[in-house]
């Protein structure tokens, strides 16, 4: 595949398309780089992002405190409209008020737990509830416990092995891997192996036994559904949604994610036939005053009069889940996209293009702040038809894959791009910076964009702990940002959208 | 310092002290292998000393519950006169009865953390209790502060950077290293340089700030302690006692250990003058009917008309800190020893010398236990004055790093040992375990034999997590115990202890 890379050139140059062609304004970024590493501002909107707002769950006044400070920032900033912009329905808001959990037998036990979102409370606390124990691994035996959950708090016996840790949790991208990516030929997709199947195949079967369990326990009056964290361990929680937020929808019953070390010990208590009891009391409260989705949006004008209604946009998704304040998941890439304009507005730079940012929401429940902003303004996904703006958008540039710094960028697909990233990455290469991949890479808002045509990106960001610590986990907190390497996301987006808004063509888009 | 190995075994063949000479009952160290790999009970033994018994701090009543156990199952087993002996006075007992922590302000968050040992709880629940933040770093400042503690939750800012973990949490010795140990000289100790001694008394200064705080606190009437998890992170606190167990003491004041991340939020957010509530119900169980300390013990009995007065001990300390189960410390070690004395009794041994097994309390505080064992037992440490018992101890074996396997054993300085431990370590050698070093190591009960000359051993157990995420911490659960492991190490054990029990010579003392 190393073969691949010279062919590449050459078909790009043929096409009088080269890193050569292409022109970059080295006085400003040399001043963008000043600004973004020297003078950030990155770990403060951070900080009003997570500790100051809380958690960001689509529709929870968490939520609605960080879209206002971010909207606060971009008009202090100088941006133009700077708004939240509605989108659409959602549905309920939901926010945790309390939450207690704990073995009351055979002995006191606080107990790492949190509450899945949009799901009940307990309506007061619940002193010596009884755990009740289902020990089985298929459905139909489910049967067997018909008429015996009421009032009682459902635990699936798991028998899982927390193994230690031989490999470190952190890690960045070597130098061979990221060699790899920029010579991956575009058809490269890998079919799953065997094994992988199997484990998907046996994560369903657990799905599904534990969806049923939850339909019973619903049905039957219990308490309290118990479940367990399957990736983290330490005191690290895996946890997201556990209920329906549409607004005709009933409230569901009250689904707690244990962490593993707590819920593996209550199984091993209640199948050794030990009654395990416990306290608990949990407050949640469903928001249904205001069931619109709200995007933050604001404006850099653009000022050349043939350019200046042609967009480019850059943007994060602002929502978080609920059992931290989403740090890595995404105040990192909200910050860095707020941090971006801070520094472009800072510099007074006088785009050709109007600069536009948008921080989604309602992102973890399906990019639905992103894709219906797009249905919006650009183009909708399913008619195809496009709106007076929808050939406008001249590149989306998107962060959501952590704190790390940026190592690269996906090329979607988009061939055709790739000389011109090449070329842009050039002022970087000593921040580590330079990989242009084929690859797709998806899970997030630029698929949006993507979706109906036009060029969207997410960069290639180094892993740091994402997927071992923090995506999703009740860890995702301020401490785990790295300040050092968003300086550096933050100017490289910074001078990517400067390029873009600057350039004499959009970006191309993919054949 | 490998040229040194040629010249002590030329000194120990001069000496008549060869590894060759020392005999081994192969066919029996066959059988203690067959039970103990193929039909260990040790994580069974671990279940009831963790999940089922709880957290074992000393004089609570989980310690009494492990205790029972123990004593139970060493009847059960055909050792004779299971007892729990009484050794003197400790102090007081407690027992967590409730701990419910959440920031209220400025907007709800659910906190991991755990009170202190023997802490006072705050008598029914706090609501909206704020926090007041004492921003120092030298004692002489916290004068400003005075007067203003009362009915406050007092936090004292940290500025803590967390960092990723580049490093793997996990790890077992390298070849390389266990060479190196094999071939330390007796007197290699190192100085500790510079940074360690900078950084040892940077931690002096911040124990001193934390104690004078809390002096002034309990003085004033504030209503709790805030402390920060130094070394934990992920979810993972190190935690232990918080305050006085003496019988005389009064009630110290609720002195609790948040995680890192918790901890270090709330300090940015009073920090940057924002309010921060809390709700805390914190309930605390002092012992004070029997103030009593109790070993385990228990023998089986020496046949040997000559040798039967003298004892092969085995043992571990049952007790534990409290914000878990104390599995890895030290449940694996109590476990692992009633393990190698039930391999050896399902094996119908006759030893020629007692064996009998020890299973201290106490040692969290001071290694109390074990040293008033000897004490009373053999020798007063303060007269080095020995009782009819007191010369008669023929080894003492010890566990207590952990749930990694045997890799070797630490000889205290006792060289004499070397050739006897390298010949009994043979039939072990395709388990890993092989290593002798001259090397100390500290920190446990075999000080308390080995400080009045009795040859007192403990093994080299591979590290698996223990400094990084079990030590001392909330996730000392059974699932961070490694079942392969403990059971390699209770067959060595077993096996070390019956050629010990069997051999002409008790083991040699140190000159």
Redesign the interface.
């Known amino acids: 595949m190393k073969k691949l890379l010279p062919v590449i050139a050459l078909f790009c140059i043929s096409l009088g398309l080269s890193a050569q062609d292409e022109k970059v304004d080295l006085e400003m970024v040399k001043k963008i780089r000043q600004e973004g590493l020297n003078n950030s501002k990155v770990m403060d909107i951070a900080?009003n992002l997570t500790?100051?707002s809380?958690?960001r769950l689509q529709g929870s006044?968490?939520f609605m405190r960080a879209a206002n400070y971010a909207k606060g920032k971009l008009t202090e900033w100088g941006l133009t409209d700077a708004k939240l912009e509605p989108w659409g329905e959602f549905g309920k808001g939901w926010?945790?008020?309390?939450?207690?959990l704990?073995m009351t037998a055979?002995?006191?036990?606080?107990l790492?737990a949190?509450p899945k979102t949009w799901t009940a409370g307990t309506k007061g606390k619940l002193k010596e509830a009884e755990i009740f124990l289902i020990d089985e691994t298929d459905t139909t035996a489910l049967e067997n416990y018909k008429g015996k959950l009421k009032d009682k708090i459902i635990l699936l016996y798991k028998s899982d092995?927390?193994t230690?840790?031989?490999?470190?949790?952190?890690?960045?991208y070597t130098d061979e891997e990221l060699e790899k990516m920029a010579n991956d030929a575009p058809q490269t997709r890998s079919q799953p192996d065997t094994a992988f199947r199997s484990m998907m195949a046996a994560m369903r079967r657990s799905t599904l036994l534990s969806t049923k369990t939850k339909e019973m326990a619903k049905k039957e009056g219990a308490l309290a559904l118990l479940s367990m964290s399957n990736r983290g361990?330490?005191?690290?929680?895996f946890v997201s949604g556990g209920g329906s937020y549409k607004a005709s929808d009933p409230e569901n019953l009250l689904d707690i994610m244990l962490?593993?070390?707590d819920y593996?010990?209550l199984c091993?208590?209640a199948k050794?036939g030990?009654p395990v009891k416990m306290e608990i009391d949990v407050k949640t409260k469903f928001y249904t005053q205001d069931l619109q989705g709200y995007n933050v949006v604001a404006e850099i004008k653009g000022t050349d009069p043939a350019l200046k209604d042609e967009v480019v946009m850059l943007g994060a998704h602002l929502d978080s889940w609920q059992s931290?304040?989403g740090a890595t998941d995404n105040a990192a890439g909200s910050s860095v996209m707020l941090e971006a304009v801070r520094i472009l507005k800072t510099l007074n730079i006088q785009p050709r293009r109007t600069i536009r940012i948008g921080l989604w929401s309602a992102e973890e429940q399906g990019l639905h702040g992103s894709r219906n902003y797009v249905k919006n303004h650009f183009t909708d996904p399913t008619t195809k038809k496009s709106n007076a703006e929808g050939d406008k958008v001249a590149a989306y540039f998107n962060i959501d894959n952590g704190t790390g710094k940026v190592r690269g960028i996906y090329l979607q697909g988009n061939e055709a791009c790739r000389p011109i990233f090449t070329k842009w990455f050039e002022p970087f290469h000593d921040l580590g910076a330079k990989t242009v991949t084929i690859r797709n890479t998806g899970g997030t808002d630029h698929l949006a964009f993507v979706g109906v045509g036009i060029p969207g990106f997410q960069f290639i960001q180094d892993e740091?702990?994402y997927s071992t610590?923090t995506h999703h986990t009740?860890?995702d907190?301020?401490?785990?940002l790295?300040g050092d390497d968003l300086k550096q996301v933050a100017t490289i987006v910074a001078s990517f959208v400067y390029n873009a808004a600057m350039r004499d063509e959009k970006l191309p888009r993919k054949k």
């Open positions: 900080f500790d100051v809380g958690p006044p968490g926010e945790l008020e309390k939450s207690y704990a055979p002995y006191y036990r606080p790492i949190y092995k927390i230690p840790s031989f490999k470190a949790d952190a890690s960045r361990k330490d005191g690290t929680l962490a593993a070390e593996l010990s091993r208590l050794a030990i931290s304040t740091i702990e610590r009740n860890m907190s301020y401490d785990h790295q």
